[in-house]
C-alpha cells in the first residue's frame, strides 16, 4: 500500500541470475524475444525470427529426429566438450538435429580423400564464426536474464505494496517481503538520521571556524605590522654596523701605514676617524634600542596569534574527523543496505514468480506480468539458441576434418623441406 514503509525504497541492485526452465506466454508481438534487446540483429542470417520461439525458416523436420539438450540457465558449454545428443524441451520447442546440421553448414562428409582438405577448411571457416556468433548470443543470454530479474523484481514491488486480495493464497511469501522491507527501511531511515547529525555538526563546525576566522584577523593584522617594522629596524641596524665596520677598518689601514713607513701617524686625520667612529657606533646602539624595543612586541604578538591558529586548526582538525566517520558510517550502511535490498529484492521476485505461476498477477498488475512473462520468454529463447549454436560446433565428420588437416601438414611439412635444399644448394 502507498502508506507502507517500504513502498518508496528505490531497490535497484543487480540480483542473481534465476536458474530453471523459464516458461513463454503466448504472445503476438514480434518485438519481444531478446530480453528487451533487438532480435533482428547479426543472427538473423542464421535462422527466421518469428517471436520468442526463434523457430528456424524453411526446415522440414524428418519423422525421425536425434534432439539436443539445452544446457540450464547460467551453465557455460565448452566449445571442443559438446554435450551429447539428447532433447532440449522448454518453452521455446524442441530443436532436432536438422536444425542443427542446418545452422553447422558443414555440409556432407566427404565421400572421397580428395575433399577432405577442403572440407577441412570449410568446417574451420564455419566454427570460427558460430564461435563468434555464440559469444555474440551469450552476451545478449546475459542482458535478457538482467531484464528478466527486473522485471520479475519490479512485478514483484508492485505485487506486495498493492496488498490485492487475489494474494491471499501467497501469504507466506508476503511475510518475507514485508520483513525486508521494514529492515531495508529501517536501516535507510537510521543512517539518514546519522546523516544529518553529522551535517548539523558540520554546519555547526563551519560557523565556529568562521568566526575564529575573524577573531584571528587583528591579532594577524598586528603580527604583519610588527613583523614589518622589525625587518625595516634590522635593516637600519645592518647598515648602522657596516658604517661602524668601515670606519674601524679605516683607522686600522692609517696606523698600520704609519707603523710600515715609520713616520708619524697623521694625528688630525685619526682624530677625525675616530669622533667619527663614535658617532657611528652611536647609531649603532641607537638601531639595536630601537630593535630591542620592538622585539618582545613582536614575539607578544605571534605568540597570541599562534594561540589563536591553534583555535582555528582544532576546529578544522573536529571537521575532519566528522568528515571520515562519516565516510565509515556510509560505507557500513551501504554493505548493511545492500544485503537488507538484496533480500527484499530476492523476496518480491519470488513472490512475482509463484504470482506469474498461479496466474494471479494476470488481474493485480496485467501489464507488469505481461512484461515479466516475456522476458522470461526471451531468456528461455537465447537459451535455445545457445544450444543450437554448441550443438552446431560439433556437428562435423571429425574423422574427415583431422584427415583434411593432416594432409595439409604433410604437404606444408614437404613444400618446406624443398624449399630448405633448394636454399643449401
Known amino acids: 500500500m502507498a502508506n507502507e514503509p517500504w513502498s518508496d525504497l528505490d531497490l535497484d541492485r543487480d540480483e542473481a541470475p534465476a536458474s530453471g526452465s523459464l516458461p513463454v506466454p503466448e504472445t503476438d508481438d514480434p518485438a519481444m524475444g531478446g530480453g528487451g534487446r533487438i532480435l533482428g540483429d547479426a543472427f538473423d542470417g542464421l535462422g527466421g525470427v518469428e517471436g520468442p520461439a526463434l523457430e528456424l525458416e524453411s526446415v522440414e523436420r524428418p519423422t525421425a529426429r536425434r534432439p539436443v539438450t539445452a544446457p540450464a540457465a547460467g551453465a557455460t558449454a565448452s566449445h571442443e566438450a559438446l554435450p551429447a545428443p539428447a532433447a532440449i524441451s522448454g518453452v521455446a520447442g524442441e530443436v532436432d538435429e536438422v536444425e542443427v546440421d542446418a ?16 572440407y577441412a577448411i570449410l568446417v574451420t571457416s564455419r566454427r570460427h564464426q558460430l564461435k563468434k556468433d555464440l559469444a555474440e548470443l551469450r552476451r545478449l543470454r546475459a542482458a535478457a536474464e538482467q531484464d528478466a530479474r527486473d522485471a520479475l523484481i519490479e512485478l514483484g514491488r508492485a505485487l506486495h505494496q498493492s496488498r490485492a486480495d487475489g494474494l491471499r493464497s501467497l501469504a507466506s511469501m508476503l511475510r518475507p517481503c514485508d520483513e525486508a522491507g521494514e529492515v531495508a527501511t529501517g536501516r535507510t531511515q537510521q543512517w539518514e538520521r546519522l546523516r544529518e547529525a553529522a551535517d548539523a555538526q558540520r554546519a555547526a563546525l563551519a560557523k565556529k571556524i568562521e568566526e575564529a576566522e575573524r577573531a584571528v584577523g587583528p591579532y594577524r593584522d598586528r603580527e604583519t605590522k610588527l613583523a614589518t617594522q622589525m625587518t625595516t629596524r634590522d635593516n637600519e641596524l645592518k647598515r648602522a654596523k657596516a658604517k661602524l665596520s668601515r670606519t674601524a677598518i679605516e683607522i686600522r689601514s692609517l696606523r698600520q701605514a704609519a707603523e710600515r713607513t715609520g713616520e708619524g701617524i697623521d694625528a688630525p686625520k685619526l682624530e677625525l676617524l675616530e669622533a667619527e667612529r663614535d658617532a657611528r657606533q652611536a ?9 630591542d624595543e620592538l622585539e618582545p612586541q613582536l614575539a607578544t604578538a605571534r605568540k597570541e596569534l599562534a594561540v589563536m591558529l591553534n583555535g582555528v586548526n582544532d576546529l578544522e582538525a573536529q571537521r575532519r574527523a566528522i568528515d571520515k566517520a562519516q565516510e565509515r558510517t556510509e560505507k557500513a550502511h551501504l554493505s548493511s543496505a545492500g544485503e537488507a535490498e538484496d533480500r527484499y529484492h530476492t523476496a518480491v521476485r519470488e513472490l512475482a514468480e509463484a504470482a506469474l505461476d498461479r496466474r494471479l498477477a494476470d488481474d493485480i498488475e496485467p501489464r507488469l506480468a505481461r512484461s515479466a512473462l516475456m522476458m522470461r520468454s526471451a531468456v528461455a529463447s537465447r537459451e535455445r539458441e545457445i544450444a543450437v549454436h554448441e550443438r552446431a560446433l560439433g556437428a562435423y565428420d571429425k574423422a574427415s576434418f583431422q584427415k583434411g588437416w593432416a594432409i595439409v601438414a604433410v604437404v606444408g611439412l614437404v613444400v618446406l623441406t624443398m624449399l630448405v635444399l633448394i636454399i643449401v644448394r
Open 103 to 118: 545452422l553447422a553448414d558443414y555440409g556432407e562428409p566427404p565421400a572421397s580423400f580428395v575433399m577432405w582438405v577442403p
Open 283 to 291: 647609531e649603532v646602539d641607537k638601531a639595536q634600542g630601537h630593535v
